[in-house]
Each structure stands twice: as C-alpha cells, then as structure tokens.
C-alpha cells in the first residue's frame, strides 16, 4: 500500500510540475507581447522627438512669427504716432493760449 501512496503523489507533482510548465511558457510568451510593445512604444517615442526637433529647428531657421504678434506690433506703432499727434496738438493748443489777446481787441 506504501507504493500506491508514493505513485499517487508523483502523479500529483507530475501534474503540479505540467501546469508549472505550461505557466511558465504562457508567462514567457506574455513577457515577449511585453517587449514588443516597448520596442514599438520605443520607436514612437523617437520618432516623435525628431519631430519636435525637427520642428525647432524649422522655427529658428524661419524666425517664426504669429500674425497676432505682427498686428501687436503695427497697433504699438500706432499708437505711438496717435502719442506724438496728441503732444502736438497740446503744444498747439498752449502756444494759443499764450499768445497775446491783441486780435481779440479789435475795435471793429
């Protein structure tokens, strides 16, 4: 009866052993979906860091400008003339007043 015993746990680790087996060749084709999707992951990362340097590059050589930033600056320019014509006009405006009444004093 001793044998009997001894046949039926070899069976049982024999079992245990099959699915260890059959587990560890699922885990190692799980793990090698894993690295082909880091080295894919992988290029896509490199290939989206050549675009970004790609495209640094192409603005430096451009100097790319906004047009929103164009239309800032003719608007500060305009406004800077619109500056000088209104201290202009004040000047005017003072000397006017300064000069002397003698027009107003006609006796017609």
């Known amino acids: 009866m001793a044998k009997k015993v001894v046949k ?3 069976a049982l680790t024999t079992s245990s052993v099959d699915r260890l087996i059959a587990s560890n060749i699922e885990l190692q ?3 090698a979906d ?6 894919e992951l992988n290029e896509n990362v490199s290939n989206l860091v050549h675009i970004f ?11 790319y400008e906004d047009p929103m930033i ?3 600056n003719e608007l ?3 406004n800077k ?3 000088k014509a ?3 006009l004040e000047k005017f405006v003072k000397e006017k007043q300064n000069t002397p009444a003698s027009l107003s004093t006609n006796p017609y």
């Open 81 to 83: 003339n619109l500056a």
């Open 8 to 10: 039926k746990a070899s």
């Open 76 to 78: 500060l320019e305009q």
């Open 53 to 63: 340097k790609s495209a640094g590059e192409h603005i430096k050589a451009d100097k």
């Open 34 to 39: 894993v690295l082909l999707g880091v080295k």
């Open 86 to 88: 209104l201290m202009l």
């Open 70 to 72: 164009n239309r800032l």
């Open 29 to 31: 084709h799980k793990m």
